[in-house]
């Protein structure tokens, strides 16, 4: 467990808020991991302050539990307010910081015999939370008293003060009061002088850092007393967390170099870097083996949908577990899958009416080709066999699916093993459909964003262009909404945008919430037709899997259907899609960001070497993966495509998680491309 300093004051208005911040700096700058709590807030943005100027992937919720707007005495406040503060959940919220991080520094409200609630103070809190004390005090005329008066407070209450710290809350000259107090109240008490915080035009870490470092006696962070003049911040300080390797994270890192083999990954650089391990997760946020929290910037390769532990997808499982956990699809149905394909239709783009499950979005992708091929073989059109792809597109890693991929990248080494198709431009399509038609079956479009290839957004009105051709030349549509689906545009599906039914539309990843493996391709009722034969024709639908409808799975993915409705998580996300798309503007101040592209919570921002030539940096100089690796210094997790660095978070993602992705991002281009 990490250690818990109260930060009070002597009054209200000395400065807390700007020590803690500043404290927390100078903590993080020598490699802590630094959390911060203000259990009790009346009016102000001190937490929301500290949360973001910190950098800090704990939630609002957690940093500051109890908030009102009325700037008044907490007991005043919260009772016209109508509220109660449960001094018990400040406890459990403390300890639960204090277990993620190095140091925890807790800020109070006031000063030490500010009431909280009927006959209970601030002091009571500090003794409830066991937590030693650091005082802060301003310079000046009654310094003295009020800071003795403190101090003897504290030490009455049978607690440990670890220190002073002054804070020059003005500009100016310091007068003999100012330069005298520190020294004096030192000789009264006995009580250690951390330092003197100067007056600050800027609060900037960088300023922090550079005026303050060497201003500040870290002593209160060690278990032992020391005087001012023996101290060395270098040894006194306890071994930081984040960067710890100790015998069970070595162990882990081992086993996994040793047993696994990693998809879309080098494995020659993977054995030469020490892999980061995840052992837990919560809400926006994954935790590792050495208990540093990171936010989840992917949302897992874009499948966490609602957060991570999400209560009601939990009970779900957990109750399906109690009932069945597998039974097949062949020759058998089950309660989840049947309940799970009538919602999927309901939600659908009208016209899709039939559901055929399977595991994966590849899998997804090849159920729609072979159904699309077969459906016109036993119609009898038996020249309608091509399938239609755009360039740079990607349905997955399947045979297949990589048929049609056109990434070269991910799929020239097995063109010797795949069936030929047709790829096309935007601009060539309908070009193409008027002399090949015949001989066409389907084209398979990823709507409106084109996700591996870097985050491409289409103009306006293209989706529903392609529909209607489509249908004027009598070819099958299928949208790969793999990526696209659920909510990730800012719509439950991408069609809806532009009011498309497609005739198959392909749908894994957020299906589940991002719990289970789970897809699931939706056709129309004229495509099921084709298929309804005498058995002796031998025109079935030969294609299934083990784990088809997997009950577990259905009922994660009902689970997560009925959040979106509960939680009305469409309507909520539009705002957020908003915010974060006028915080990507500043990207534009980094020379090396080329393009920044956006659909709904979906963002590509594309880096290159200039951005008026738009030169690419060579792929040896793996800036995408450096960016990535750098922005997990800032306690997030990103995978890059390329050069190009993709934010996809969950949609569960608040404004302040959103300011923290997007200021991690900057500042890591900044300093990986304009060294």
């Known amino acids: 467990m ?33 959390g911060v709590m203000k259990p009790v807030q ?44 449960d001094v018990q959940k400040i406890i459990q919220t403390a300890q639960e910081l204090q277990g993620r991080h190095d140091i925890l520094l807790i800020e109070g409200a006031g000063g030490l015999m500010v009431p909280l609630k009927e006959n209970y103070f601030v002091l009571d809190l500090i003794k409830d939370l066991n937590a030693e004390v650091i005082i802060v005090s301003r310079l000046g005329l009654g ?16 607690l440990k003060v670890k220190g002073i710290i002054f804070n ?29 915080i100067p007056f600050l035009k800027k609060i900037d870490q960088t300023e922090i850092v550079r005026c303050c470092s060497w201003k500040i006696n ?40 040793k047993y696994l083999w990693h998809p879309f990954t080098q494995m020659n650089d993977w054995l030469r870097d020490d892999p980061l391990v995840i052992e837990e997760a919560k809400g926006c946020y994954l935790k590792d083996i050495r208990g540093n929290w990171y936010l989840d910037g992917v949302s897992s390769l874009w499948v966490n949908v609602h957060g991570h532990r999400k209560k009601e997808i939990d009970e779900a499982l957990k109750n399906q577990i109690n009932r069945l956990s597998h039974s097949t699809l062949l020759g058998l149905s089950n309660t989840p899958a049947i309940e799970l394909a009538k919602k999927l239709v309901e939600i659908a783009p009208r016209g899709l009416s039939k559901v055929f499950y399977s595991d994966n979005g590849s899998s997804a992708v090849e159920v729609a080709l072979k159904m699309a091929y077969q459906y016109w073989q036993n119609m009898g059109r038996r020249k309608k066999i091509k399938i239609v792809h755009l360039t740079n597109s990607y349905h997955g890693d399947t045979l297949g699916s990589v048929s049609v991929g056109g990434i070269d990248l991910f799929h020239k080494v097995y063109r010797d093993l795949i069936f030929e198709t047709i790829a096309v431009e935007f601009s060539e399509l309908e070009k193409l459909f008027q002399k090949k038609h015949e001989g066409i079956a389907a084209l398979i479009v990823e709507p409106l964003v084109q996700g591996a290839a870097g985050m491409i957004v289409w103009p306006p009105g293209l989706l529903k262009r392609m529909a209607r051709l489509c249908r004027r030349y009598d070819i099958l549509l299928i949208a790969d909404e793999v990526a696209t689906g659920f909510g990730r545009t800012g719509k439950m599906f991408a069609c809806e945008h532009e009011g498309v039914t497609p005739d198959f539309l392909c749908l894994a990843k957020g299906l589940t919430g991002g719990y289970l493996p789970l897809a699931a391709t939706l056709t129309t009722k004229k495509v099921f037709d084709g298929f309804l034969f005498d058995y002796k024709d031998q025109k079935t639908f030969f294609h299934g899997h083990t784990y088809t409808g997997n009950p577990l799975s259905c009922a994660a993915a009902l689970a997560n259907l009925k959040i979106f409705e509960k939680e009305q998580t469409l309507r909520h996300l539009q705002p957020k899609i908003k915010y974060l798309a006028k915080g990507l503007k500043k990207f534009y101040n980094l020379a090396s960001v080329g393009e920044v592209r956006q659909k709904g919570l979906m963002v590509g921002i594309e880096l290159v070497k200039h951005r008026w030539t738009k030169e690419p940096y060579f792929w040896e100089e793996r800036i995408g993966v450096r960016v990535c690796q750098e922005v997990r210094k800032h306690g997030v997790i990103l995978r890059p495509l390329g050069n190009v660095i993709v934010l996809m978070p969950p949609l569960v993602i608040t404004v302040e998680e959103i300011d923290q992705l997007l200021e991690a991002t900057y500042s890591s281009i900044e300093s990986i491309t304009e060294k």
């Open 2 to 34: 990490g250690k818990v300093f109260f930060i009070t004051g002597t009054d209200t208005g000395v400065g807390k808020t700007i020590v803690t911040a500043i404290l927390g700096a100078l903590l993080q700058a020598k490699g802590y991991n630094v």
């Open 42 to 85: 009346c009016g102000g943005q001190d937490a929301r302050f500290l949360k973001k100027f910190l950098n800090l992937s704990d939630s609002l919720e957690k940093i500051n539990p109890y908030f009102v707007k009325e700037a008044l005495s907490p007991h005043l406040a919260f009772s016209r307010a109508k509220k109660t503060i």
């Open 143 to 158: 310094t003295i008293n009020h800071t003795l008066l403190t101090i003897n407070q504290v030490r009455d209450a049978g």
């Open 168 to 196: 020059t809350s003005r500009l100016g000259a310091l007068g003999l009061p100012e330069k005298t107090n520190p020294e004096t109240i030192h000789r009264l008490t006995g009580v250690s002088v951390l330092g003197t």
């Open 218 to 257: 870290f002593n209160f962070c060690h278990s032992k007393e020391h005087s001012d003049e023996e101290s060395n911040p270098q040894e006194i300080l306890p071994p930081p967390r984040r960067g710890q390797n100790d015998g069970k994270t070595r162990q882990w890192q081992q086993w996994d170099k």
